[in-house]
């Protein structure tokens, strides 16, 4: 299987189907990877905030597969938003993966209402990526105002958003604001956690085209052109989510999935998430 890759902002390519370890125990996250590694995917999302980053450097290793090979992400956690605690998270990050770089670093959410301004942590972001130790920066959760005070004041653009979509939140605005100032969407809980599995809309397409409502949904996130890393740690359903390059839907299906679209989020609002763990 060869996975789509998308060219970001600054010339980097980014493997549009990866492997997301959110909620992954830190304790299985090296099998997980491994799994993972094993059955193909090159693209990890982690987060300093899941505790697990250590758990997928051990796989990165163990795997033994070339580090340029493989699209690792990481995120900055939310009580690092200074400037110096940022550069400081940063390296924690890097120690805890046992690598000199990442490919992808973002702010992982916006905080709007704490008493950093996530400009400060943006311009933090920039001086990590002049450091060369994350080839690309990015931002996730961020509504438009928040990309506008960024692309307003930084000086870098974010290579992505990533944010919550799937069939119940299709983020349409959002993602054409990306588009319009070179941002790729990355989707997050691209299958609602499971919530859309048995959607009927999907259950009918999945029967026509003989594929899983996961793979479905997960196809239907591609097409859109968005970036999307399903989270498993259940072997035949990471094989089944990356199975997802031997058959097409058509133009009907996919505005047919867009149109389940009611708004629903399965995480928190970023205009009121402030949380500070
Ligand atoms: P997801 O939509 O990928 O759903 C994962 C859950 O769905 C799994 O726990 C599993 O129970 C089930 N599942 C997975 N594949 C299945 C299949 N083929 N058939 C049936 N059930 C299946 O949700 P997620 O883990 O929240 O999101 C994916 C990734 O997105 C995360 O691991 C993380 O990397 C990222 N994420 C980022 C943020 C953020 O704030 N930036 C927030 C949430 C998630």
Known sequence: TTIPTITLNNGIQIP?????????????????????????YRHIDTAEMY????????ALTASGIDRSEIFVTSKLNNGFHKRDDALTAFDGT??????????LFLIHWPLPGIDVDYVETWKAME?????????????SNFQQAHLER?????????????????????QDALREFGVSKGIHTEAWSPIAQGGVLKDETITEIAERVGKSTAQVTLRWHIQRG??????????????????????????????????LNKDERTGPDPDEFNYIP
């Open 16 to 40: 549009q189907l990866g492997f997301g370890v959110y909620q992954v125990d830190p304790a299985e996250t090296k099998d997980a990877t491994l799994t993972a590694l094993e059955v193909g």
């Open 51 to 58: 505790g697990n980053e250590a758990g997928v450097g051990e």
């Open 94 to 103: 890097l120690d805890a993966l046992k690598q000199d770089y990442v490919d």
């Open 127 to 139: 001086e990590i990526y002049a450091s060369g130790r994350a080839k690309s920066i990015g931002v």
């Open 150 to 170: 960024i692309l307003d004041e930084g000086s870098v653009v974010p290579v992505v958003n990533q944010i919550e979509v799937h069939p119940y939140l299709t």
């Open 226 to 259: 968005d970036i999307v890393f399903p989270k498993s740690v259940t072997r035949s359903r990471v094989e089944e989510n990356f199975d997802l390059f031997d058959f097409e839907l058509t133009d009907a299906d996919v505005a047919a999935i867009t149109a």
